[in-house]
């Protein structure tokens, strides 16, 4: 057997392409013919039959195979048959005679004969009608000029357009049924006419013949019919096989009895049997291999020659360009293999599979495929071979799967998922927990792989091959609550943390039942079994964690990291279980932690998730919300009253404030604004303090930055939330006059702030006067609330500048500007996209400012400007912006874009004087912008006409508006702009490239009558 299989080509052999049909080698044999010398043997004619056990000589076709070449040595003429002109036609009498003939035996069977399948009148008619027509159609055939059928093999022979790959669900019935039809007929001629030499050469002949066809259809279609044929053929020589031996088994066994027990008469019904099918009886030794055996050899025979072709046919279709003709073959030769492994389970046809197995390394590439659809199929072949052999692939093979299970392509993620449970996840079992091992080897692999952030993805790739697993949160609490023991190994504090967060990931994946954001394209509607599968897991979590959770809290309630992720558990329990189960001290438990939790930890995202559990549990559907809110209530009076005494303290002692007096405003004001953020604080009145501590700051200049910070953000969620008591309520006039001097003062604050030495200040002020300015808008009295508009606002053009300013300092620097700007630090990869993604942050709240016409447009031209040189941070929010502006006025975007080139024009005009080199690379990079914005009017002239022609006629009178410093006599000095201006002339329709014309000859004589010309002038 060769090592390696013969290379793949991109197209069909050569010899496929430099010959003609009729000049291609012709392979001979039984199943082939040469038609000019002789024809094939039809039922009439008698020919003597092979010796059995010899397979008949098959030469095979060099267009098969590289490994069966035979030369173009003679002319091919077109495989149509010559049959006899002594084959009578069957007329209606010759049916009726058949019909009322008596069926032929059949083999018999447990003493009994059975009759023929076709014995049948329907059955038996169909069967010589297929044989008629087949006769008639070679008839026809053998008619046509063979130049005919050349150049329809030559015509559309790359089409793809036939039944067997036509989309829709009555062309996959139609292949289904073609390959029943395959089935079905040699299944009703298998005990007479598949033998009678006829039938099966004709067809073995004319699928042989289709199967070389340059025409992508013939050679489909006929590779198809060729391996069910076999696949047919298969089962009837399996048939065969299964009823001699049986036979011969039964004769022997009964032969071999001593003469006491013989059953004579069992013994002369297998010898009647076996007489009856013209078994030759040996008084020696019986050997049935008379009618059944030659039926036998007769079947092998064929199977022997179809098997040939069909294997040449598989190797040829292995080189095929077409996938679905390579895999046909692959997968009926292991149909064979699994249905006769006693004839096909041997080198001859292994090395078919072999040869396309033997590229592993090919194979496990395949899993990083471009192709989503051949990277899964590639993964579970990975798997079926693990399965099949565990050292069958290398650690490193196995690393190039393990790492996908993070894929964001959720059919991916999941192959390589059943692939690491396959691995690694599925034996290996604990003594004190079945699961206890595997999630420490899933605790390894996940530290291991060092993406810490995708616990999520992790865990949805892995939830349908590993469901019992993930869903054992006994295991998981017992290895995170026990003692260490000696001599016994316990998880390490990394361990630990990643242990949490899967559990919590765990938690999740079962209480939502869908992939985590960005994986999959959203919800679905869960079927009813789903449903139900949740609400169980749900239920089944509840119990579990409502006691376990507070000792979770109580052990590592000093780890904020740890305590982060414990605290996210609640927001998916059945809340109902606590009243229906009685389970209030474990509820008491549990705020008792988080309490505790709250007074020990001043971390945001830690403030931030008990924040959102007291929201969860104070929600008003569930009864044990009166509880939760009197500890709720509780906690807050004792942090606004500490609050209130350490501000008076830090005002008092302003400049000679310690670090203790600045802790506790800091730590006490950072646990009230994440509460606020949740919860509606405004009977406490933490804007007053707030506000004080910012006026404080901006006349004395000394305050925290990180103060300042949380007091904005503090005095930000209570005016939100008076908003919200006034929108949902009915405000009397007072209530509105005085959430207008709040929100009023506390703007003018942020505007200050805006000038604050200190970027994260600044930063914060900013953020917040965009978000207010887009809150308290002109959009608030939409919708039938025209009684808000005394809370509406309006930036000036003061704040309006100030604003601008502000994104231009900040916004659109360089990297090395940003570098100096951090004090020197030094940043890695992950804080510089940090920044990027604030720097983004910044830019899209002013756009959007823009786009709601709160900011007038023309501000945008210092925005656009950039869209070049900072396309690859800003350009999609720049584009973005382009377009919601120009839907909202078109003409008045056009003046804004040509305001923005014209800003870049005279800023190269400030930086190389009035004689510009037009070819350098600033005017070239003008230019390219000019052209960008020329694409985004789209193709539409009609639509965008007015805005074009505004365009130019503003460019036009920029052109000629300031006159040379040297003379009147001299070109303006923005002439040059023109050339800028042209790249909107495609957009122009004629009509207004008429108006142009005239615009521009009129600028042209006003400037010669202020030269003092009067001739030579347009």
Same mark, same amino acid.
């Given at each position: 057997?060769?090592?390696?299989?013969?290379?793949v %080509?991109?197209?069909?052999?050569e010899?496929?392409?430099?010959?003609?049909?009729?000049?291609? %080698?012709?392979?001979?044999?039984?199943?082939?013919?040469?038609?000019?010398?002789?024809?094939?043997?039809?039922?009439?004619?008698?020919?003597?039959?092979?010796?059995?056990?010899?397979?008949?000589?098959?030469?095979?076709?060099?267009?098969?195979?590289?490994?069966?070449?035979?030369?173009?040595?003679?002319?091919?003429?077109?495989?149509?048959?010559?049959?006899?002109?002594?084959?009578?036609?069957?007329?209606?009498?010759?049916?009726?005679?058949?019909?009322?003939?008596?069926?032929?035996?059949?083999?018999?069977?447990?003493?009994?004969?059975?009759?023929?399948?076709?014995?049948?009148?329907?059955?038996?008619?169909v069967?010589?009608?297929?044989?008629?027509?087949?006769?008639?159609?070679?008839?026809?055939?053998?008619?046509?000029?063979?130049?005919?059928?050349?150049?329809?093999?030559?015509?559309?022979?790359?089409?793809?357009?036939?039944?067997?790959?036509?989309?829709?669900?009555?062309?996959?019935?139609?292949?289904?049924?073609?390959c029943?039809?395959?089935?079905?007929?040699?299944?009703?001629?298998?005990?007479?006419?598949?033998?009678?030499?006829?039938?099966?050469?004709?067809?073995?002949?004319?699928?042989t013949?289709?199967?070389?066809?340059?025409?992508?259809a013939? $050679?489909?279609?006929?590779?198809?019919a060729?391996?069910? &044929?076999?696949?047919?053929?298969?089962?009837?020589?399996?048939?065969?096989?299964?009823?001699?031996?049986?036979?011969?088994?039964?004769?022997?066994?009964?032969?071999?009895?001593?003469?006491?027990?013989?059953a004579?008469?069992k013994?002369?019904?297998?010898l009647?049997?076996? $007489?009856?099918?013209?078994?030759?009886v040996?008084?020696?030794?019986?050997?049935?291999?008379?009618?059944?055996?030659?039926?036998?050899?007769?079947?092998?025979?064929?199977?022997?020659?179809?098997?040939?072709?069909?294997?040449?046919?598989?190797?040829?279709?292995?080189?095929?360009?077409?996938?679905?003709?390579?895999?046909?073959?692959?997968?009926?030769?292991?149909?064979?293999?699994?249905?006769?492994?006693?004839?096909?389970?041997?080198?001859?046809?292994?090395?078919?599979?072999?040869?396309?197995?033997?590229?592993?390394?090919?194979?496990?590439?395949?899993?990083?495929?471009?192709?989503?659809?051949?990277?899964?199929?590639?993964?579970?072949?990975?798997t079926?071979?693990?399965?099949?052999?565990?050292?069958?692939?290398?650690?490193?093979?196995?690393?190039?799967?393990?790492?996908? @299970?993070?894929?964001?392509?959720?059919?991916?993620?999941?192959?390589?998922?059943?692939? #690491?449970?396959?691995?690694?996840?599925a034996?290996?079992?604990?003594?004190?927990?079945?699961?206890?091992?595997?999630?420490?080897?899933?605790?390894?692999?996940?530290?291991?792989?060092?993406?810490?952030?995708?616990?999520?993805?992790? @865990?949805?790739?892995?939830?349908?091959?590993?469901?019992?697993?993930?869903?054992?949160?006994?295991?998981?609490?017992?290895?995170?609550?026990?003692?260490?023991?000696?001599?016994?190994?316990?998880?390490?504090?990394?361990?630990?943390s990643?242990?949490?967060?899967?559990? @919590?990931?765990?938690?999740?994946?079962?209480?939502?039942?869908?992939?985590?954001?960005?994986?999959?394209?959203?919800?679905?509607?869960?079927?009813?079994?789903?449903?139900?599968?949740?609400?169980?897991?749900?239920?089944?979590?509840?119990?579990?964690f409502?006691?376990?959770?507070?000792?979770?809290?109580?052990?590592?309630?000093?780890?904020?990291?740890?305590?982060?992720?414990?605290?996210?558990?609640?927001?998916?329990?059945?809340?109902?279980?606590?009243?229906?189960?009685?389970?209030?001290?474990?509820?008491?438990?549990l705020?008792?932690?988080?309490?505790?939790?709250?007074?020990?930890?001043?971390?945001?995202? @830690?403030?931030?998730?008990? *924040?959102?559990?007291?929201?969860?549990?104070?929600?008003?559907?569930?009864?044990?919300?009166?509880?939760?809110?009197?500890?709720?209530?509780? &906690?807050?009076?004792?942090?606004?009253?500490?609050?209130?005494?350490?501000?008076?303290?830090? #005002?008092?002692?302003?400049?000679?404030?310690?670090?203790?007096?600045?802790?506790?405003?800091?730590?006490?004001l950072?646990?009230?604004?994440?509460?606020?953020?949740?919860?509606?604080?405004?009977?406490?009145?933490?804007?007053?303090?707030?506000?004080?501590?910012?006026?404080?700051?901006?006349?004395?200049?000394?305050?925290?930055?990180?103060?300042?910070?949380?007091?904005?953000?503090?005095?930000?969620?209570?005016?939100?939330?008076?908003?919200?008591?006034?929108?949902?309520?009915?405000?009397?006039?007072?209530?509105?006059?005085?959430?207008?001097?709040?929100?009023?003062?506390?703007? =003018?604050?942020?505007?200050q702030?805006?000038?604050?030495v200190?970027?994260?200040?600044?930063e914060?002020?900013?953020?917040?006067?965009?978000?207010?300015?887009?809150?308290? *808008?002109?959009?608030?009295?939409?919708?039938?609330?025209?009684g808000?508009?005394?809370?509406?606002?309006?930036?000036?053009?003061?704040?309006?500048?100030?604003?601008?300013?502000?994104?231009?300092?900040?916004?659109?620097?360089?990297?090395?500007?940003?570098?100096?700007?951090?004090?020197?630090?030094?940043?890695?990869?992950?804080?510089?996209?940090?920044?990027?993604?604030?720097?983004?942050?910044?830019? =899209?709240?002013?756009?959007?400012?823009?786009?709601?016409?709160?900011?007038?447009?023309?501000?945008? =031209?210092?925005?656009?400007?950039?869209?070049?040189?900072?396309?690859?941070?800003?350009?999609?929010?720049?584009?973005?912006?382009?377009?919601?502006?120009?839907?909202?006025?078109?003409?008045?975007?056009?003046?804004?874009?040509?305001?923005?080139?014209?800003?870049?024009?005279?800023?190269?005009?400030?930086?190389?004087?009035?004689?510009?080199?037009?070819?350098?690379?600033?005017?070239?990079?003008?230019?390219?912008?000019?052209?960008?914005?020329?694409?985004?009017?789209?193709?539409?002239?009609?639509?965008?006409?007015?805005?074009?022609?505004?365009?130019?006629?503003?460019?036009?009178?920029?052109?000629?508006?300031?006159?040379?410093?040297?003379?009147?006599?001299?070109?303006?000095?923005?002439?040059a702009?023109?050339?800028?201006?042209?790249?909107?002339?495609?957009?122009?329709?004629?009509?207004?490239?008429?108006?142009?014309?005239?615009?521009?000859?009129? *600028?042209?004589?006003?400037?010669?009558?202020?030269?003092?010309?009067?001739?030579?002038?347009?």
């Amino acid at each position: 057997m060769p090592d390696t299989p013969p290379p793949v %080509p991109q197209r069909p052999p050569e010899i496929f392409i430099n010959y003609p049909l009729n000049l291609q %080698p012709s392979p001979v044999g039984r199943y082939h013919w040469d038609f000019g010398n002789s024809s094939p043997s039809s039922p009439n004619t008698p020919r003597a039959r092979r010796r059995r056990g010899s397979p008949p000589e098959l030469p095979l076709s060099a267009s098969q195979n590289s490994l069966c070449p035979l030369p173009p040595s003679r002319r091919r003429q077109f495989p149509a048959p010559q049959l006899q002109s002594a084959a009578a036609q069957t007329t209606a009498k010759d049916l009726q005679t058949r019909a009322a003939a008596p069926a032929a035996p059949g083999p018999v069977i447990g003493g009994e004969r059975r009759e023929q399948p076709i014995g049948s009148r329907g059955n038996q008619e169909v069967v010589i009608a297929v044989r008629d027509t087949m006769q008639q159609l070679g008839a026809q055939v053998s008619k046509v000029d063979p130049a005919v059928f050349y150049w329809l093999d030559r015509c559309g022979k790359d089409s793809g357009d036939y039944p067997l790959t036509m989309p829709g669900p009555m062309w996959k019935k139609f292949r289904y049924n073609f390959c029943e039809f395959i089935a079905v007929l040699i299944r009703q001629c298998q005990y007479s006419i598949i033998y009678d030499e006829y039938m099966m050469d004709t067809v073995i002949s004319l699928l042989t013949g289709l199967s070389d066809s340059q025409v992508r259809a013939f $050679r489909h279609t006929s590779t198809l019919a060729a391996m069910k &044929l076999m696949t047919a053929l298969v089962n009837v020589a399996l048939n065969l096989s299964i009823h001699q031996d049986n036979t011969q088994r039964q004769y022997e066994a009964e032969r071999n009895k001593i003469a006491g027990k013989r059953a004579n008469e069992k013994l002369e019904l297998l010898l009647q049997r076996g $007489r009856s099918l013209d078994m030759p009886v040996n008084l020696n030794h019986v050997c049935f291999s008379s009618q059944l055996q030659e039926n036998q050899d007769e079947i092998e025979n064929m199977m022997n020659s179809i098997s040939r072709v069909s294997l040449c046919i598989a190797t040829g279709k292995q080189l095929d360009a077409i996938a679905e003709i390579r895999a046909i073959c692959i997968e009926e030769i292991g149909v064979w293999m699994k249905m006769y492994s006693d004839a096909f389970l041997n080198d001859s046809y292994l090395k078919y599979v072999g040869w396309t197995l033997h590229d592993r390394d090919r194979i496990v590439s395949m899993t990083l495929d471009k192709e989503y659809d051949v990277a899964v199929e590639a993964i579970r072949l990975v798997t079926l071979i693990l399965q099949g052999s565990e050292d069958a692939l290398s650690n490193e093979d196995c690393e190039n799967v393990y790492h996908l @299970v993070y894929s964001a392509h959720r059919p991916v993620a999941v192959a390589a998922g059943e692939f #690491l449970h396959r691995k690694g996840l599925a034996k290996r079992r604990g003594r004190s927990s079945p699961n206890g091992n595997l999630i420490r080897m899933l605790v390894l692999f996940f530290l291991e792989s060092e993406l810490h952030e995708h616990a999520a993805y992790l @865990v949805d790739s892995l939830w349908e091959s590993s469901q019992e697993l993930l869903k054992d949160w006994e295991c998981m609490t017992e290895l995170l609550l026990e003692e260490p023991v000696q001599g016994e190994e316990v998880l390490s504090d990394r361990q630990e943390s990643a242990l949490i967060e899967l559990t @919590v990931c765990t938690i999740r994946q079962a209480a939502e039942a869908h992939p985590p954001v960005g994986r999959g394209t959203g919800k679905r509607v869960l079927t009813a079994k789903e449903r139900k599968t949740q609400i169980d897991d749900k239920n089944k979590l509840t119990e579990h964690f409502i006691m376990a959770l507070p000792m979770l809290l109580s052990k590592y309630q000093a780890d904020s990291e740890k305590v982060a992720n414990l605290l996210q558990i609640p927001q998916f329990f059945d809340l109902d279980v606590y009243s229906a189960g009685r389970m209030e001290k474990h509820l008491d438990a549990l705020l008792k932690q988080i309490r505790l939790v709250v007074e020990k930890h001043i971390e945001t995202d @830690v403030l931030e998730a008990c *924040s959102k559990t007291y929201s969860i549990l104070c929600s008003e559907e569930y009864t044990i919300m009166n509880r939760v809110d009197i500890a709720r209530s509780q &906690l807050i009076d004792e942090m606004t009253d500490r609050f209130a005494h350490s501000v008076e303290d830090l #005002l008092q002692e302003a400049e000679e404030a310690d670090d203790d007096d600045i802790y506790n405003v800091l730590s006490t004001l950072k646990r009230l604004t994440a509460f606020h953020n949740a919860h509606d604080l405004t009977r406490w009145d933490l804007f007053g303090n707030c506000y004080r501590l910012l006026k404080a700051g901006i006349e004395q200049g000394s305050m925290p930055e990180q103060i300042a910070v949380q007091a904005l953000q503090c005095s930000h969620y209570s005016i939100l939330w008076q908003l919200v008591k006034i929108t949902e309520g009915a405000p009397t006039k007072d209530d509105l006059v005085a959430l207008r001097r709040v929100v009023k003062s506390f703007l =003018a604050v942020c505007q200050q702030c805006l000038s604050n030495v200190n970027t994260p200040v600044k930063e914060q002020a900013f953020m917040l006067l965009c978000d207010l300015l887009m809150i308290f *808008s002109h959009q608030l009295v939409s919708g039938g609330r025209e009684g808000l508009q005394p809370l509406v606002f309006n930036p000036d053009s003061t704040l309006q500048n100030e604003l601008l300013n502000f994104v231009l300092d900040h916004v659109f620097i360089d990297q090395d500007d940003e570098s100096q700007s951090m004090e020197g630090d030094e940043e890695d990869e992950a804080n510089k996209i940090e920044a990027l993604h604030k720097r983004r942050n910044l830019l =899209a709240a002013f756009c959007k400012l823009i786009i709601y016409d709160i900011v007038d447009m023309p501000a945008a =031209a210092d925005i656009f400007k950039h869209y070049m040189k900072y396309y690859n941070d800003y350009g999609d929010i720049i584009k973005e912006t382009l377009s919601k502006t120009r839907q909202t006025d078109k003409i008045l975007c056009a003046k804004t874009l040509i305001l923005s080139l014209q800003q870049l024009f005279n800023e190269l005009l400030q930086d190389q004087g009035p004689n510009l080199d037009r070819t350098s690379s600033h005017v070239s990079g003008i230019k390219e912008l000019a052209r960008r914005f020329a694409l985004t009017f789209g193709l539409d002239q009609i639509k965008t006409r007015e805005a074009v022609a505004t365009l130019h006629k503003d460019g036009i009178e920029f052109a000629f508006k300031y006159q040379n410093q040297r003379g009147p006599e001299f070109p303006p000095i923005n002439l040059a702009f023109l050339e800028v201006l042209s790249e909107f002339s495609s957009k122009l329709i004629r009509q207004d490239k008429r108006l142009s014309t005239r615009t521009w000859r009129s *600028s042209c004589r006003s400037r010669c009558r202020s030269a003092g010309r009067t001739s030579g002038c347009l």
